[in-house]
């Protein structure tokens, strides 16, 4: 969970683009420059986050991948509550699917993958992704079916709406995931990981808001223990 504090988030970091005179070619040409170079580093530091490694992937960033494939996600995300109550009772799988399920980086990692944790329930998900160190700029960032999915990366704006938080209302990037077909993320920039970690708190409530309408909701449990990873993988880092 992120308290108030982390509800408003910066809207200058290192994941935010100058501002440059529009109507300027040679300011747009930069512009699309330093787009297209974010969206490489953005899909290249997502897709080492992918909740599902390959076959046999030594470079797989989380301690253990989700407890069901990638593909019980993908239809069960696709067909709702449809078919819930049946299964619900006597597939453990389907379970975690439902319930939601924390994956971490674990700290014998950390010297080589970003740090992070992240949350995936009922088809969407959300992480916390170090850029760095505790005292760097970190990531917020929410993925489901309903994101927006562009070609390539967009700066926009989101409305993001939590728990005893007003909405707050701030420039975002705007992503196709690079790991999961038909899914779109939304990356919000926090002042340094270790506000994050300082926020975050056993459950929690997301909300996520585009042209003024809801494109993502998640709501975690198990916050403290995630905590606890993000730390314990950043301490592994010093």
Known sequence: MLRRSLALLAAASTLALPALAWDDPIANEIQSRMMEQQQKSIDEFVADQQAWGGEDDEDYAYEEPPAYSEEEWMDWAAEGDSAAAARLADDPAYQAFVNGQWLHVPPAKASKEACSVMFLRGGVGAMILATGDAKDPAILAFFGR?????????????????????????????????????????????????????????????????????????????????????????????
Do not use: H
């Not at 070609?151 to 939590?162: G, P």
């Not at 899914?183 to 926090?190: D, E, S």
């Open 146 to 238: 309903n994101v927006p999915k562009p070609a390539k990366l967009v700066e926009t704006r989101a409305t993001l709406s939590q728990t005893g938080a007003s909405p707050a209302t701030v420039r975002v990037f705007n992503a196709t995931l690079p790991w999961l077909d038909g899914y779109g993320i939304v990356f919000f920039a926090v002042p340094s990981l270790q506000a994050a970690i300082d926020g975050m708190v056993e459950a929690q409530a997301f909300d996520v808001a585009m042209d003024g309408q809801s494109v993502v909701e998640v709501a975690w449990t198990g916050g403290l223990g995630a905590r606890d990873q993000l730390s314990a993988c950043i301490s592994a880092r010093r």
